[in-house]
């Protein structure tokens, strides 16, 4: 597979964005994400997945490079639907370019020749089949994941619309580099939004290709408009991890909501960024003190399963009562009332939970599982 085979391919399977404005000479503005691209005729924007051909912005639409059924726990969602599965998909290609992209395979397959995947991952696939997967597998979730999803919320978006019809939950797992726009768009047919917040610093994020502000602004207005947000942050070493930025993210974090769930992860070497050392222990566990400290009612620490204590539990921010307890990606124990609250002192704890508790308390899911479609 060539580059230029791999464009051909994906080029035949696109559909008129909606997420853009036609100007003069025939020049198109996109809005899906906060680079906020003018493209000329017959060029592409900085995702390479969406190109303008003759004034007409073309957007990826009609297949998946990848679709399983997920633990929500593993996307990672603490607070939607415990315990249950979710059908993930994702696509090619994104708006960044991290060093430590731990799916960079398909994440930077347009843009990196080492990760040039074959034509073995493309597979055709129509939002009923999509929909119909997560039926077989009994998840009463979809989340577009895997590459950056605010690159084809076209797509998404007729998924998520007929998704919803069948009384599904949608959810994006997202780096959060968007505009007011495509946020507003995604609204009506999105439950959780959730972002990676990597760094307080703008000269990282110029770095990774992307800036600081409109992520901070995305998630403040995605909270505004009532999603779900739960914020990640992957704590790697010598990038992020001082006391002074990961404070700086727990304030801000906390400035828009209390409530919001703040996930700090373990790095592991990964793509282009193999010399900084993993995350230990103990840095994953500073990093959750100050966003306690900071006064989030729910932190975790991700990525190191069964070696951070009570941090993969959720506790009743009134009384401590632990709610839910967690290993890695499987729900051992859970508590919550179906109307959302703490069965010890009747706190209402934020999050969207299900009617019913999960569907085998103690039980071993974990594993994702591949759909055929
Ligand atoms: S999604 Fe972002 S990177 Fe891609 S064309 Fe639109 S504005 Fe540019």
Request: glycine residues 8%; hydrophobic residues 40%; charged residues 20%.
């Amino acid at each position: 597979m060539t580059p230029a085979r791999l464009l051909q391919i994906l080029d035949a399977m696109t559909t008129e964005g909606r997420l853009y404005e036609r100007l003069e000479d025939n020049l198109v503005r996109c809005y899906a994400c906060a680079h906020g691209c003018l493209i000329q005729p017959g060029r592409r924007g900085i995702c390479r997945v969406r190109f303008n051909q003759d004034g007409i912005l073309r957007v990826p639409w009609g297949y998946v490079a990848g679709a399983a059924c997920d633990p929500i726990e593993k996307k990672p969602y603490f607070h939607v639907l415990p315990g249950r599965d979710v059908l993930t998909f994702g696509m090619l290609g994104c708006n960044f370019h991290c060093s430590f992209c731990q799916n960079w395979l398909t994440s930077q397959t347009l843009r990196d020749p080492s990760a040039l995947v074959s034509e073995g991952y493309i597979q055709r696939a129509t939002p009923e089949q999509l929909v119909a997967a997560a039926q077989r597998c009994n998840a009463p979730l979809i989340a577009s994941s895997y590459n950056e999803p605010l690159i084809t919320s076209e797509w998404a978006v007729d998924i998520f619309r007929l998704a919803k019809q069948q009384g599904m939950r949608c959810v994006y797992v997202s780096n959060g580099f968007t505009t007011p726009e495509a946020l507003r768009f995604l609204r009506p047919h999105l439950d959780g939004f959730k972002v990676d917040l990597k760094t307080m610093q703008a000269r990282q994020y110029k770095e990774l290709g992307g800036a600081l502000q409109p992520v901070l602004d995305s998630i403040k207005l995605a909270h505004e408009l009532g999603l779900w947000v739960e914020v990640v942050t992957l704590v790697v070493p010598g990038f992020n991890d001082t006391p002074e930025e990961l404070w700086e993210m727990a304030r801000f974090l906390v400035s828009v909501s209390p409530d919001i769930p703040w996930h700090v992860t373990a790095f592991h070497p990964d793509y282009k960024m193999t010399s900084a050392p993993p995350t230990s222990t103990a840095s994953l566990q500073r990093a959750a003190d100050i966003g306690q400290e900071a006064g989030l009612h729910y932190v975790y620490a991700g990525n190191l399963p069964g070696r951070v204590g009570s941090l993969e539990d959720t506790f009743c921010p009134a009384c401590r009562t632990r709610l839910i307890q967690r290993r890695g990606f499987s729900v051992l124990d859970y508590k919550i009332t179906p109307q959302g609250t703490c069965p010890a002192c009747g706190a209402v704890i934020a999050g969207i939970w299900s009617e019913n508790p999960p569907p085998a308390a103690g039980g071993t899911w974990g594993q994702p599982r591949r759909v055929s479609l």
